[in-house]
């Protein structure tokens, strides 16, 4: 069996804010085509981690690769912009930009490439909007005329305007309510499925957590306690673990060995 290809390699890692310590020797890997979804308690440093993915922050020692590049290689500037276009990302609040309408909003990367016409790009923020289940009369209208559920649907337009290969998530279902949650959940995946992304989520929503993930990392205790499948992570004998995963597990403990209830996606082969 071909090992899947690692697009993402954090390797001994450290973070630290004055005195505070916020990573200690983080190791994570995430394969191409997969959903890894980061979990931890509060102040464990999961948005921190993913920033460092996005470029957002350093780190005090150690790399982070992405598409086989880090900063400490000597032509990472000139491949900075290269990175940037095959990724995208959804921030938790979405955040659009007030003073741009819908279609300006997903036009922006776009426009920041400098080498598309208007038409073009036209064209390209309808069918990203269309994607996303945004129709054309609300292209014109501004973020504050929008609903929750549509700044995320108007801000994952956004994060996937350029077709990027990967994509980050940032708490995507939170304050949402279930029925639009659920569809949001089936959106991602029919994105993924289409476009063939590859993606990191933050997340604290177990529902979201069960219907998306191949994998999870768990930060506790300054490190990357544990990657695994659902089922594999349930299992570990941690409290952060125990806590989060509290109705689950209880689930397990009923049901002894027997296969787990809910559904992943395959993992990449």
Not at 58 to 78: C, H, M, T, W, Y
Not at 154 to 174: I, K, N, Q, S
Request: with cysteine; net charge negative.
């Amino acid at each position: 069996m071909i090992k899947p290809e690692c697009i993402i390699e954090i390797e001994a890692l450290h973070t630290r804010f004055g005195n505070h310590v916020v990573h200690r020797d983080v190791n994570l890997c995430v394969y191409r085509g997969e959903i890894l979804t980061l979990i931890g308690g509060s102040g464990s440093g999961k948005t921190t981690l993913l920033r460092q993915m996005l470029g957002l922050e350093e780190p005090v020692q150690g790399s982070v690769k992405i598409f086989g590049s880090s900063r400490n290689d000597a032509d990472f500037n000139l491949q900075r912009r290269n990175i940037r276009r095959r990724s995208g990302v959804l921030f938790q609040q979405g955040a659009l930009f007030s003073a741009l309408t819908v279609f300006d909003n997903v036009a922006l990367p776009l426009r920041e490439l400098h080498t598309l016409s208007e038409d073009t790009i036209r064209d390209l923020v309808m069918t990203k909007l269309n994607m996303v289940a945004i129709g054309s009369e609300h292209a014109n209208k501004m973020p504050a005329a929008l609903s929750g559920g549509m700044i995320k649907r108007v801000a994952l337009a956004r994060a996937l305007a350029l077709d990027p290969e990967l994509l980050f998530l940032d708490e995507p279902t939170a304050g949402l309510d279930p029925e639009l949650s659920e569809s949001f959940v089936e959106l991602i995946l029919t994105l993924r499925s289409e476009m063939d992304l590859t993606i990191v989520m933050v997340t604290h929503d177990l529902d979201t957590l069960v219907a998306l993930s191949d994998r999870i990392a768990v930060l506790a205790d300054q490190q990357v306690i544990a990657t695994g499948t659902l089922d594999e992570i349930c299992r570990i004998q941690h409290p952060f673990i125990s806590s989060f995963f509290k109705s689950i597990r209880h689930k397990l403990d009923q049901n002894n060995n027997s296969e787990p209830t809910w559904k992943t996606a395959p993992m990449p082969s």
